[in-house]
Every structure is written in C-alpha cells, then in structure tokens.
C-alpha cells in the first residue's frame, strides 16, 4: 500500500510543470555557472603556475642567503567550484622568513588583475542549490497537505485503513524523489564538465567529499521540504500555504543572513586583551632592538651601519636593505635584513669578519623574537580576528542555510580551517628552511650577505608542499553540521507528524 | 472608474495574510538598515574628518616651494556620502583615498617629485568574516520587494479566472484595459503602502538621530531613490500581471514567476559579471605594471647619466620621471576601469542590476561615484602643479627651473595660498551619468505593460 501511495505522489508530482520548469532552471543555471567558474578556476590555476615559477625563478636568481625572499604560494582549490567559501577571498602567497612566522594575515593575494571587479558578487554552485532547490522543495510542499485537503481527496485516502504516519512517508518519499532528479542531474552534468577539462585532476577522495556534498544538499533540501510541509500541514488553504512558505523562503535565504551579520558590530577599537598584547609584543620588540643596538654600539667600528664600511664596489646587485616592520592591525613586529654584495674592495677585507659576527649574533636572536611573539601573537589574532568570525558563522547557522553552506564549505575545504591549514603548512616549512639554514650555519658564513665568493646554491633547499587534508578530516568537520541539518530534519518531521495527527479533514 | 477597481483591489489585499507579512518584513529590514547605518556612518565620517585634517595640517606646515612641489599634497580622501544606506555600492572594495605623495626616490641631491597613484590593493585581505550583502534599500528593493510585488499579483487574473469573478467583471461594460490599469494601479498602491512606511520610519529614525544633517539636495535625491524604487515595482507588478494572463493556474504562473526572478534577480547579474569580465580584454597585470615603470624610469636615468647633471637635465628628469610614472598609473586605472565598465554594461540585462547602479548612482555610492572622485582628484593634481608653477614665476628671483631645490623660489609659501582638495558630489552629474538608465528601466517597464495588455485583451474567459 506504501508502495502505491509513493508511486501516485511521485507520479503526480513528476507530470507537472513546476517539475519540468524547476528541473529545467536548475540545469541552465548550474551548467552555464560551471562553465563559467572552470574558466575562472582555469585562469587562478595558471596565475598560481606563474606565480610559482617566477618564485622559484627569483630565489635562483639570488646570490646570498639573508636577500633569498622564499615565497610560498596556495593553489587554488579544484572544489572551489561548488563552494568557494574563503577561497578566493584571502591571500594566497606568503613569505615564508626566518624572521617571523607566517599567517594568513601576513599573506598577500597575486593574480587578481583587476581588484575592482570584487565589487561585483560571485557565486558558486551550492549557492544555486541553496536558492533554487529550497524555493523548489517549498514549491512541491506548500499543496502536498493543504491541496488535498482542499480538494477533499485527502478524506478519501484516509478512509482506506492506512496510518496518518505512513501518508506522510509516502509524500515525503515521493517528493524527495523528485527532487533529487535535478539534483542529481544538474551535479552529473557539471562533474561530466569538470571531468573532461583537464585542468582539474579529482582524485577518489575528491569524489568522496562531493559525496558528502551530496548528501549534505540532501539533507537541506529535505529541511525545506518539511518546512513546507509543516506549513501546509497547519493551514487550512493552500493560498496561506504558499504565503507562508516564500515568506518564510525569502527570510530564512535572502534575509536572516544578510539581516544577521549587519547586526554584528565589528569594532575597529581594540580589545583590552589585545592591547595588552600589543604591549607585550612592543616590549620584546624594544627589547630586542636594544639588543641589537647595544652590539652595533660596542664594535670597533664606528657609526651604526650595519654593513660596517665594507665598501663595495658598484655593479649589479649590490644592495642592503635593512627593514623593520610594526603592524598594530595584525600584531605584526619583525626585522629583517637583506644583503647583497656581488664583490668589495680588498682594503674591506678585514671589516667582513664583523659583519659575520654581527650576523652570527643577531639571526638566532631574530629567530628567538619571531618565536617568543609568535606566542603572544597567536592567541591576540584569534581574539581579533578569529573570534568574531567565529560568533558571526554561529549565528548564521541559525538559518538551514547557513548550517548547509557552512557544511559545503567543510566537504569541500574552503572554510577557514581549511585556508589555515596551508598556513600551517607555511609554518611548518618555516622550521624547515631555518633547519636548512642551521644545517648550513647559512648566518655565519660569508653568504648570508655576500656572494663574492660563490654565490648560494638554492637547490638543495627542501621544497615546499601543500597537501590539503584527507577526507577524514574534512567530514570531521563538517560532520557537526551535517549533523545539525538531519536533527533539524527530524525535529521538522516530529512536528510535522503531530499536528496531521491532531488535524480533522 | 481604474478607481474602483484600484480600491477593490487594495481593500482585498490590505486584509490579506501577504500584506501583513509583507509589512513586517519591510519594516524589519529598514529599522536594520537605520540602526545599522547610523552606527556606521559616524565612525566613517569622524575617519574621513580625521584624515582630512591631517593632510591639510601636513600640507600647510611646509614653508618651502621646492618642498611642496617635490612632496605632493599626500593622501586625498574620498568624502562618505550620507546616503550610503540607499546602496552599499560595493564601497568596502574600492578604495577611500587616492595617495598623491607617491614615490620618493632619492639619487644625491636630486629627489623624485610626487605623482598620483591609485591603491589597487584589496582591502578585505584580512577579513576572514563571512561574506554578507549589506541591507541597503538597493537590497530591499531589488530583492525584498520585487519578491513581493510577484506574490502580490501571481494570481491577480489567473486567481480571478479559477473563482469564476472575472467573468463577472468583464460582463460590466468597462473596457479591458481599465480593467489591467485598475489591477496594476491596486497592486502598486498595496505595495506602496508597506514600502512608504517603513521609508518613513527609516528615515524618521535616521534625521531624529540628529547625527546626520540632511541636505535639501540630499531630500531630492531620496525622493528619486524612492521613485525608482516604485518604478522597479513596477516593472515586477507587469510581469506578474503579464505571467497571470498568460497563463491558466496560479500555481503555474507563480512557479513561472519565481523561476524567472530567481533567474533575473539572483543569478544574472552574477553569472553575467564572470562570463563578461572573461571576454573582455584583460588590464595589464600588476607585475606587468611595475616592470614597465621600472624600464621607464631605467631608460629615462639612463639617458640622464648621459646628458649629466646640469640643472636642466634634472629638472627635465624629473619632470619626465614623474609625468611618465602618472601616465602609467593612469593607464593601468583606465584599463581596469573599462572592464568594469563592460561587465557592468552587459549586467544590466538584468532589471535588478539597472536598478542598482541608479541607486548608487543617486545614492552618490559605488563605481560611478568613485570615479568622479577620481576626476576631482585630477583635477586638483592639475590645480596642484599650476599653482606650484605659478608661485615660482611670481618670484622675479628665482631661475624657474623647476625640479632642483636651487632652481626654484625660496620664499615661503604662505599657507593660505595652498589649495586644498574638496571632494564634493554633485546631483547634476549623477543625474546625467543615470538618466540612460533610468531611461531604460522606465522603457522596459512600458514595453511590459503593454505586453501585458495586449496579452489581456486577448484573454478568453
């Protein structure tokens, strides 16, 4: 009997037009917008190439070790297609220096040609699911109850000896699986799109994590249904019905979002913990200055150069830059010095030893500092950066549509976590190149400043690589969401099922 | 006798589950976007006034000629319009000054001389907050009310032909298109009356905070914020009208409704923006930019070390330095600003995009805006130099030579004799950079209700 209830609400529904319409709509938006975003995916990819290789290419061109800027750069995210979460949005190559440690508010953004096309918005995949399909979910819903009752063939169906309870399944079910049609087909076609560009090489735990996609999209769309099934179940005519439902659509998609975060006050005014931070950090920092001016004060020769009169001779690439920076927004203090001597005059000869001393003095100590504000640094960024991101995605999730996108984005790891994760990478790799540097005692020898010997050979330096995480770690993450959305799921259908009980015919 | 049908209609809606929410949403919407506002624009506005003094007091405090000339005025800030709650405008990605104190390089005595640069930075680089659409009344009315104005008249006709009451109204002998007329006219005032309300109570909440003084030029360009608002209203209420027609069931025509506005509204203008800023030519990058100011500047200290260092060499050194360096800066702006021109030309395909642009347009917020602020800052760059030129011929003492300290006056310069930058909105402009569009908002409203029309008369009952 079950059987035959789902067969005549599926085929109800499936010989409609709001099927074939939304279906149609469905398909377009999510076949053009694929299109358009493996362009854009295309187009980040090679500026990530170039930037790669022109990276690699500088360092290769440097002759010492204190002026070897050694970048590393994110690659793009082939999942950013369906959601691009952060993506995009944040830097994507960072300097990776002995003298601080890398985060992502320290990371720049190369390749956007033209930063004024960020006043336009852009969209992903997920976001059509997130408008379309629920509108569509909300569509098939709102007569599901309401329409039956109205036409009185409602009553005829419960005089067959039949549960109220196994009526809604069956129109649960019947729908559900129609509009997993569009779903899936539209999801089929762009992966058939995305599987014949050879730029994008997806890997099984690549198709796994659009598996969670899926049925993350399936548990949303299943929210929307019994949103408005609930609605249809509680009122009288269809007409309030559908009222009620794109009401309740236009809030909880367009308005909650967009309503919430603007009641989120951002302020630029610091945190006390985060001034005193800030205060901390200026305290080594002076610390470590008097330091390093005491030791430039106390050596034979005079004056505060750095480079100790070591006169050399003009030609190319012969620079020192020394710089110092203080970035109170994103408690950043370093000081670094970049030297460049391709050859001096003889006469400077015995000056190079102070140098060398000075050097040998001061690298381990720059290192010790980035360490030492890195401890007070990591957790005043959270307090100012993270923490309000945090608070502001929670109160997003109010809404299934932020539950949904904020599970997207974990599947397809271009949250925050996942843009962090290749900072720690950078981070990581940080520790490498200053083992590397040790290991080659790079701040005693005459080629952290000078190359007039023999200039560095950087190939022996270990490469950098960024994996993005296992799936297992992306579905921790998104499994709490996930998690929400099918509690959500349930909680709806509890309710559902209470009031058709309740309700006469 | 559009009357009687108007009111009919309006008293149909006025009791109607839609009108109440319609009301509430509205009212939530534009008490959010007040409050938001206000807490906003203070802290922009006390920025901007901070900014500004600072570079006034830099400015006057320099005495020397050679000084001012050689320095620039520094950073010019763009003025906060205090209509920003009309459209957001994309204001948090462009920039709020233009730096015009660029580049000091130093070689000996000879110093490089200010030129205009353009920030290209993106400045959202370290918000790792979650992307949000600001509730601006271009969002209320380009997504809130359309949304509306579809749900107020899905089933104006349609619904009328399923009870059978249409038959009934065309038996009267009033002639069809009174019929459509009154029908448009009762939906527009139904929404009209929502939408002036919490207009009202928006802006009531924003002047009785009396933070913000606003303008009689500010009041006119509300009211033509507030009528394009309506006339996009419109544009809806005939498509809703049109679709009624058209078609046999409610059910049929709301899902054809909806699926088109999500389609125009959400998504086109979107979608649009990737596909067309794909075709157009792409600006040259910033690594391409800096490469070519650098051969420049190599090839122009080149030729300098061959003519050596007599004082008219210098000057001509820097001048050139300095005139190439604007001119690339300014090419490279140009390039951008054209694709975003194209991108922003093929989105207003869709009717939600037109209407954004003439809000930002009115609202004095968003690219347009940014790029009058851009020629006002041209324009006192020019006013700038002349001034320096004209202050050196003044003094009979002085060699003339512009661009070496020892070639130009040494008298001071009195402060008040400075010019100072004035960024200032003015509606006239605005008003012509959106009258093409208006033109084409008010244009396919019209060709809608004929549409309709003519889709009316040849309605069978």
């Known amino acids: 009997m ?504 | 006798m559009i009357w009687h049908i108007a009111k009919r209609e309006l008293y149909d809606n006025l009791n109607s589950l839609r009108f109440a929410l319609a009301t509430v949403l509205l009212l939530a919407l534009m008490l959010t976007n007040a409050t938001v506002y206000l807490r906003e624009h203070l802290e922009r506005i006390q920025k901007y006034r901070t900014s500004v003094t600072d570079y006034w007091n830099v400015l006057t405090s320099r005495t020397d000629l050679y000084e001012l000339a050689q320095k620039g005025p520094g950073f010019l800030y763009k003025q906060p319009s205090p209509l920003r709650f009309c459209a957001e405008g994309g204001e948090a990605f462009l920039s709020d000054r233009v730096d015009a104190g660029a580049f000091y390089w130093e070689w000996g005595d000879l110093k490089g001389f200010w030129s205009l640069a353009y920030p290209s930075s993106t400045p959202n680089l370290i918000n790792v907050r979650p992307d949000v659409t600001k509730i601006d009344w271009g969002f209320i009315a380009g997504y809130v009310l359309s949304l509306i104005a579809l749900l107020f008249t899905f089933d104006s006709i349609s619904g009328e032909r399923e009870r059978g009451t249409l038959r009934l109204i065309l038996a009267t002998p009033m002639p069809r298109h009174t019929v459509l007329a009154g029908k448009f006219l009762g939906a527009l005032m139904s929404i009209f009356v929502p939408f002036t309300l919490a207009v009202l109570i928006n802006l009531f909440v924003i002047s009785a905070s009396g933070d913000v003084q606003l303008g009689t030029e500010m009041w006119w360009r509300l009211c033509i914020i507030f009528l394009v608002a309506v006339l996009y209203t419109g544009f809806f209420i005939a498509l809703g009208l049109l679709a009624s027609t058209r078609v046999q069931g409610s059910a049929v025509s709301l899902v054809i409704l909806l699926l088109t506005w999500v389609t125009f509204v959400v998504f086109i203008p979107s979608t649009l923006v990737s596909i067309a800023s794909g075709f157009s030519p792409a600006p040259m990058t910033s690594d391409e930019f800096w490469e070519r100011k650098n051969q420049f500047y190599d090839k122009l200290s080149g030729e300098y070390y061959i003519r050596g260092d007599k004082p008219l060499s210098k000057s001509d050194f820097v001048t050139k330095d300095a005139e190439g360096r604007e001119r690339l800066s300014q090419e490279h702006l140009t390039q951008q600003i054209a694709q975003v021109e194209f991108v922003r030309a093929a989105t207003r395909i869709s009717p939600a995009a037109l209407v954004q642009y003439l809000l930002e347009s009115f609202a004095g917020t968003g690219f347009n805006r940014h790029l009058q602020f851009l020629e006002n800052v041209k324009r006192y760059a020019r006013q700038y130099r002349e001034f320096v030129i004209d202050t050196d011929r003044a003094d009979p003492d002085s060699p003339h030579i512009i661009g070496v300290r020892e070639g130009m006056s040494r008298k001071p310069v009195s402060p008040e004799s400075i010019p100072r930058f004035e960024d200032s909105l003015s509606l006239g402009r605005d008003f012509n950079d959106a009258a093409i569009d208006l033109m084409l908002l008010t244009l396919v409203v019209l060709v809608l209700m004929c549409d309709a029309y003519l889709a009316f008369v040849r309605v069978q009952v």
């Open chain 1, 2 to 505: 079950l059987i035959t209830l789902i067969r005549r609400e599926l085929l109800d529904n499936l010989m409609t037009f709001r099927f074939a319409a939304a279906t149609l709509i469905t398909l377009l938006l999510v076949v053009a917008n694929t299109a358009v975003l493996i362009k854009d995916f295309d187009r980040r990819l090679a500026s990530y190439n170039t930037a790669v290789k022109t990276h690699r290419q500088q360092l290769r061109e440097t002759k010492t070790y204190s002026a070897g800027k050694i970048v590393v750069d994110r690659p793009p995210n082939p999942l950013s297609i369906f959601n691009v979460g952060v993506d995009k949005r944040l830097g994507n190559q960072i300097e990776v220096s002995y003298a601080f440690v890398p985060t992502l508010w320290d990371a720049e953004m190369s390749g956007s040609d033209n930063p004024f096309l960020n006043i336009f918005n852009s969209i992903d995949i997920v976001f059509i699911f997130e408008v379309v399909l629920s509108l569509m979910a909300l569509i098939f819903a709102y007569d599901a109850l309401a329409g039956e009752r109205e036409r009185g063939t409602l009553r005829l169906v419960l005089t067959h000896p039949l549960s109220r309870g196994h009526i809604l399944i069956a129109k649960y079910i019947g729908a559900m699986l129609c509009l997993l049609i569009p779903l899936m087909l539209s999801l089929l076609l762009s992966l058939i799109l995305l599987t014949t560009t050879s730029s994008f090489s997806l890997g099984t735990s690549d198709f796994l994590r659009i598996g969670g996609l899926v049925i993350s999209s399936l548990a949303y769309l299943s929210v929307f249904y019994l949103i408005g099934l609930l609605i249809s179940a509680a009122t009288q005519r269809t007409g309030t019905a559908l009222m009620l439902s794109m009401f309740v659509w236009g809030f909880l998609v367009l308005v909650y979002p967009n309503m919430i975060l603007a009641m989120t006050h951002s302020s630029e005014h610091l945190k006390p913990r985060a001034e005193s931070a800030l205060n901390q950090m200026k305290q080594m920092w002076d610390e470590f200055d008097r330091e390093r001016k005491h030791f430039l004060a106390n050596d034979p020769v005079s004056g505060e150069a750095i480079y100790f009169n070591v006169e050399w001779t003009t030609g190319a690439d012969c620079y020192d830059s020394e710089y110092s920076a203080e970035d109170a927004s994103t408690f950043l203090y370093y000081y670094q010095v970049e030297m460049q001597m391709e050859s001096f005059e003889k006469e400077s000869e015995p000056n190079v030893s102070y140098v060398q001393d000075y050097f040998r003095f001061l690298c381990p100590r720059t290192i010790n500092m980035a360490e030492q504000t890195w401890l007070v640094r990591k957790p005043a960024l959270e307090d100012r950066f993270i923490q309000p991101a945090t608070v502001d995605r929670l109160l997003l999730k109010l809404s299934p549509t932020g539950l949904y996108d904020a599970a997207t984005q974990a599947w397809a790891g271009t949250d925050l976590p996942g843009v962090q994760d290749f900072f720690d990478a950078a981070r990581q790799y940080r520790q490498t190149v200053i083992d590397y540097f040790i290991d080659n005692k790079a701040f005693e020898v005459r080629q952290w400043f000078t190359a007039d010997k023999k200039p560095v050979d950087w190939r022996t330096l270990p490469q950098f690589s960024f994996q993005r995480v296992d799936v297992g770690a992306n579905a921790k993450r998104a499994l709490p969401d996930v998690c929400l959305l099918l509690i959500t799921n349930l909680a709806l259908f509890m309710a559902i099922f209470l009031i058709f009980q309740k309700s006469e015919v």
